[in-house]
């Protein structure tokens, strides 16, 4: 008898204990990601005060891939003979922009929280590459695009640089993050923002902005799509919709 009151009073600690448990690891995983986030913050200050303020761009043509050989050079590595198509494409981190001003870049890139594991996931380049999303408005693809800092130097502080993120190319897969753009009315398949953290009303995506602050943001408009339980959709900022991306 005695030891079925026992038996009886751990599994009412057990159940009281466990959310507590599982909600204690949910807050050391944002801890963990908003770390990651402001050292690519750090390391692209870093790269911004050696390379004249211009911002290294999301990806580089083939033909400027140089003393790389043929292939795209993105922000989180090069793809040697890229672009490539399907998945599982090879890609080597170790010469991405920011590896020369970021310790460990390889595991900062990803978030604890980004559901690599989900049946829906797509994998692009083997093993992880990046789960957080790269303002695309700082670095265009175009090369005659200014990507210099000096235009948004009176609002450091309001434009985002890295965010949780999630990518949609086609069907119901989805990728990892790798870019951040802003999509009226978030119609259209492209790179969002991920609110995968829990917080206390809703799922929040964590962001780091120019001035290298962190901070967390919730869905406040429209969802692309929900991924893993987390929503999928666009920044926002008190100054209008899409100034958070520097329009």
């Known amino acids: 008898m005695e030891l079925l009151i026992v038996v009886g009073i751990l599994g009412v600690l057990v159940g009281i204990l466990l959310p507590s448990l599982a909600a204690a690891r949910g807050r050391a995983r944002k801890t963990v990601c908003a770390a990651n986030l402001r050292t690519l913050g750090l390391g692209t200050t870093m790269y ?14 083939c ?3 140089y003393g790389l050989g043929a292939g795209r050079l993105w922000w989180f590595g090069f793809e040697a003979g890229g672009p490539g198509t399907g998945t599982n494409r090879s890609l080597n981190k170790g010469v991405s922009p920011l590896a020369p001003y970021t310790a460990g870049l390889d595991a900062r890139m990803q978030c604890p929280d980004f559901p690599y594991g989900d049946p829906s996931f797509n994998a692009k380049f083997e093993g992880r590459a990046a789960s957080y999303g790269y303002n695309l408005k700082l670095g265009p693809t175009s090369l005659t695009t200014d990507s210099n800092r000096r235009q948004y130097a009176d609002r450091l502080k309001d434009v985002v640089v890295f965010v949780d993120g999630v990518h949609f190319d086609f069907g119901t897969t989805f990728n990892e993050g790798h870019y951040l753009q802003y999509w009226p009315g978030a119609a259209a ?33 429209a969802s692309f799509r929900t991924v893993a339980g987390g929503a999928a959709g666009n920044l926002v900022s008190p100054d209008g919709l899409n100034r958070i991306y520097g329009y």
């Open 48 to 61: 911004l005060e050696e390379n004249e303020g211009d911002f290294f761009r999301y990806y580089l043509p």
């Open 63 to 65: 033909d400027a891939a």
């Open 189 to 221: 398949a492209s790179g969002y923002a991920h609110f995968r953290h829990p917080a206390k009303v809703k799922g929040e995506a964590q962001l780091v902005y120019l001035d290298g602050h962190v901070e967390g943001q919730q869905l406040s408009g």
